[in-house]
């Protein structure tokens, strides 16, 4: 019997997660995915033969054949998973969010080749008011069964908790493991020190959204590149809102400053954050329930020694930010947004310095162990983490 299947989206933390994960027992497969289409068996024991690379489709934008990539991305993820579970039995399924695949895991679970799924929910997943009414309908029930029929669920930060157990009157309550630093676990820094001397450009990194921050920079953005000779990074999947806001952005004369890199792999991220002083995380709604969440993006910033640049309703991050002095901390409205951005650029060696020396001596450093340590019972109450 494997010890674990592991299956997670490729993020900047990934290298040391698939440490820790070996350290922990070798005795596993961990398959990573990535919007470029990939699918990589990153590790699997030698006694169980996988192919080790996998597309679910070929390059090009995200907006092109939508559903068909969806369909592939599913289709894939099965094969793999029955061409390990046909083999052997899994004591612990993993995943990395995503409901599907814990739907996958479900079947499978009910079949008796998964013991335990383990669902790294980590934060709030409910829709935001914006939404529509069909959506909102559909991810409730989704998010409410995936809750209740997983084995162990881990959650981070106490508000999003708080608020998903309120919304569901405590009835999700019996397998859940709050984690309160979760995604702080295997932060380590990625780039070398020191950093470069001159770095001129913001960031913004991840899926583009609406209410969060960017057309506000856009309206910045000629002022500060004719005082500072700021440029504004975008490094995100070449989404439908990705095509939008890059029509807004030229409506707003702000396309001169403005980098379009798409989607950058992980293996080269750190060649396309090196002149990024700062990285922006504007939340601007507080009824959106992405305040909630743990931005991927602020991980990526912080392991590699970018100042984030986040509003006060941007998530737990916020409050680890500011007692350890690593970002600047802004009201949501342009000119609050424009002093935060140049005191990144005022300050940032000294911000640099608080970054390192919290990776360096990371106070919520944890072993993967701890998600097996304590199997979750089914009548089990809440379980908070000292982390």
């Known amino acids: 019997m494997l010890k674990y299947l592991f299956i997670r989206h490729a993020l900047a933390d990934t290298d040391v ?3 820790n994960f070996l350290e922990y027992d070798k005795n596993g497969v961990i398959v990573l995915y990535n919007y470029a289409g990939d699918i990589t068996v990153a590790h699997a024991p030698e006694s169980l033969p996988l192919k080790k690379n996998y597309r679910f489709y070929r390059a090009g934008t995200w907006t092109a054949n939508r559903w068909l990539k969806w369909s592939m991305f599913v289709i894939q993820m099965t094969r793999i998973m029955f061409s390990v579970l046909r083999r052997t039995r899994v004591c ?5 969010g995503g409901d599907v695949l814990a739907w996958i895991a479900q079947l499978f679970k009910n079949l008796g080749r998964i013991e335990h799924t383990i669902n790294l929910l980590e934060d709030w997943s409910l829709p935001s008011p914006q939404e529509s009414r069909a959506n909102r309908i559909k991810t409730y029930i989704n998010d409410f069964l995936l809750l209740r029929m997983d084995t162990h669920v881990i959650q981070t930060g106490k508000i999003a ?3 998903r157990n309120r919304h569901f009157h405590n009835r999700t ?7 309160d630093h979760f995604w702080a676990w295997f932060l380590e820094r990625e780039v070398a020190l020191p950093v470069k001397s001159e770095r001129r450009s913001i960031c913004f990194l991840g899926n583009v959204r609406y209410f ?3 057309e506000s920079v856009f309206d910045l953005l000629p002022e500060l590149n004719r005082e500072f000779g700021f440029r504004l990074k975008v490094i995100c999947p ?3 809102l990705f095509v939008k806001f890059k ?3 030229e409506s707003k004369g702000a396309s001169p400053y403005i980098d379009w890199l798409g989607f950058v792999p992980n293996e080269r991220l750190r060649a396309g954050l090196e002149d990024c002083f700062c990285g922006i995380n504007l939340h601007e709604l507080t009824d959106n329930n992405n305040q909630f969440a743990v931005a991927g993006r602020v991980v990526v910033y912080i392991q590699h020694l970018v100042v984030p640049i986040m509003t006060r309703i941007s998530g737990p991050t916020v409050g680890v930010l500011q007692e350890h002095k690593m970002g600047v901390i802004c009201e949501p409205d342009r000119a609050s947004i424009r002093a935060a951005i140049v005191e990144g650029h005022r300050a940032n060696a000294k911000y640099v310095a608080n970054l390192d020396r919290f990776l360096t001596y990371n106070p919520y450093r944890q072993s993967i162990g701890v998600l097996f340590a304590d199997p979750p019972q089914p009548d089990s109450k809440l379980r908070r983490s000292g982390a």
Do not use: C, P, S, W
Not at 173 to 179: A, C, R
């Open 247 to 249: 029509a807004i952005a």
């Open 17 to 19: 997660l698939l440490r």
């Open 161 to 163: 908790f708080d608020n």
């Open 173 to 179: 309550l019996k397998n859940t493991v709050l984690h």
């Open 212 to 214: 969060f921050g960017m």
């Open 238 to 240: 070449e989404t439908e």
């Open 92 to 96: 612990y399924f993993v995943v990395g």
